[in-house]
């Protein structure tokens, strides 16, 4: 039972790259998170998908794109890199349910902007 | 603006003790406040949750205390243990979007 699976685990990436995070569970979960963590910031929201086809932005947009490919797999992609991305990456799912669910978070990609 | 406030960002406590993180929301709308505990190298995993019609859930040594008048929720950690030592992170939640606070490293001494 994986549960959410990220790839890569870690990353070094030069000024101007691009690259695609990826992202995928196992539990039949309608909604999909993308977050940074930094530093004394605590998780912040990139993009969400409440189902398969829909995408929104969350707190930190700017700088990324997402694809809800399917129902399992939600990707996040870095058109052109800069520093300021340099972060650890956390994708999640949730069911949808009145009255709340746990998310469930991957292990996260390690993100080097040089 | 924040919409969860966290505090402290660092707590260390000896072993035995009881270990109190607090947090703050702004949000009346919020339906459910859960904890995430984070190892290094490791995604945050749900230790507790609450709803707001409850006061108080208990598992184990872990209890959240709820105080909807106030708007504030608390973790606390009876008897803590070296391998309580993480980081804490607190959140609430509306329609399936989730607001963190910042966050708290917890080290218990030994």
């Known amino acids: 039972n994986a549960g959410v699976t990220q790839t890569p685990k870690f990353q070094v990436l030069k000024t101007g790259q691009s690259m695609t995070l990826q992202c995928a569970q196992d539990?039949?979960?309608?909604?999909m998170y993308w977050y940074r963590q930094d530093p004394g910031m605590g998780l912040r929201l990139i993009y969400y998908s409440a189902s398969e086809g829909t995408t929104d932005k969350g707190e930190v947009p700017n700088g990324y794109n997402v694809s809800r490919l399917n129902k399992r797999e939600f990707s996040l992609r870095l058109e052109s890199a800069a520093p300021s991305q340099t972060s650890v990456y956390f994708c999640?799912?949730?069911?949808?349910?009145?009255?709340?669910?746990?998310?469930?978070f991957g292990d996260g990609t390690r993100l080097s902007i040089l | 603006q924040q919409q969860v406030k966290q505090s402290p960002q660092s707590l260390i406590v000896q072993k035995g003790g009881i270990s109190i993180i607090n947090c703050a929301y702004e949000?009346?709308?919020?339906?459910?406040f859960p904890w995430y505990q984070q190892f290094p190298g490791k995604g945050p995993a749900l230790l507790i949750a609450i709803r707001p019609d409850v006061s108080e859930k208990k598992e184990g040594r872990f209890t959240i205390s709820f105080n909807k008048s106030a708007k504030q929720f608390s973790l606390h950690i009876m008897d803590s243990q070296p391998g309580d030592s993480a980081t804490y992170f607190c959140a609430a939640s509306i329609s399936n979007q989730f607001y963190f606070g910042t966050g708290t490293s917890l080290t218990v001494i030994p």
């Open positions: 999640a799912s949730s069911e949808e349910r009145v009255g709340g669910q746990p998310q469930h």
């Open positions: 539990m039949n979960h309608n909604s």
């Open positions: 949000n009346t709308a919020f339906d459910y």
